[in-house]
């Protein structure tokens, strides 16, 4: 049984941070891109952050540009998001996923990725 599971959400105050973490099991990832979603109540789910299956070349939501971080290692089969400076409207679902097929580089569409996590919550107070 694939299984990807997120951990690290939970309530901060505006411009903190919050490290999510995505570990696999079932299964290696480590041919796979990795990517980060999340879903506010009453949106679509939308793009945050992807990562190679090398662990380079993140790929960002304009939103969350030089505050959240991507990476991955591949030992531990887990993929984290650092999330700094964080604003209420980063207040969603975070899920992980993982890409259809082996050696492509990320993609920001969902339709690209058919493993998913449960989601956590992240809640950014004001």
């Known amino acids: 049984q694939v299984q990807l599971v997120e951990s690290g959400g939970g309530l901060v105050q505006a411009g903190g941070s919050l490290r999510l973490s995505c570990a696999a099991s079932g299964r290696t990832f480590s041919d796979r891109a990795m990517g980060w979603f999340r879903q506010a109540p009453g949106k679509e789910r939308e793009f945050v952050a992807g990562i190679s299956w090398r662990g380079v070349s993140p790929t960002y939501a304009d939103s969350v540009k030089g505050r959240f971080t991507i990476s991955r290692d591949n030992v531990k089969n887990t993929v984290y998001l650092q999330m700094n400076s964080l604003k209420p409207e980063d207040t969603a679902v975070y899920y992980c996923?993982?890409?259809?097929?082996?050696?492509?580089?990320?993609?920001?569409?969902?339709?690209?990725?058919?493993?998913w996590g449960q989601g956590t919550q992240v809640t950014v107070s004001s």
């Open positions: 996923s993982a890409m259809k097929s082996p050696w492509s580089p990320p993609s920001t569409r969902e339709a690209s990725y058919d493993q």
